[in-house]
């Protein structure tokens, strides 16, 4: 099982970028992703999570109505679109799964920590 986070880079306060996360080895279907983000001499903090259904989607509130969460089964991958980035944004950004049952969600956004699968991260550098 692999996760690999791309589309990281160097953009301007009020750009855009959108990340991947693509999975190999396993289907991201059957689920849920989540988005992280660490910023130098910060912890971890939790940026969005998404459900098996879709139906099911957490945003960090600073992100809200600038971040959206979002899959394609068919390409394997689940991304997040970043808008009116802001350099707070700074970080680097990590994706990571858990099991639908016994309450994956929950732990996407409370305990992230609780996965055993992560992807290696992808800085996103916002410039002011």
């Known amino acids: 099982e692999h996760l690999v986070e791309s589309g990281g880079g160097l953009v301007e306060s009020g750009g855009s970028r959108r990340l991947s996360c693509a999975a190999s080895g396993f289907t991201l279907e059957n689920s849920v992703v989540g988005w992280y983000r660490q910023a130098p001499g910060k912890e971890r903090e939790t940026v969005a999570c998404?459900?098996?259904?879709?139906?099911?989607?957490y945003y960090k509130n600073s992100v809200k109505g600038r971040f959206t969460i979002s899959r394609d089964n068919a390409k394997n991958t689940v991304y997040l679109l970043m808008n009116s980035l802001e350099p707070e944004d700074t970080a680097v950004y990590f994706c990571?799964?858990?099991?639908?049952?016994?309450?994956?969600?929950?732990?996407?956004?409370?305990?992230?920590?609780?996965?055993?699968?992560w992807g290696q991260g992808t800085q996103v550098t916002v410039s002011s």
């Open positions: 990571a799964t858990f099991p639908v049952v016994n309450g994956g969600f929950r732990l996407c956004v409370l305990n992230p920590a609780s996965s055993n699968s």
């Open positions: 998404i459900g098996d259904t879709d139906q099911t989607i």
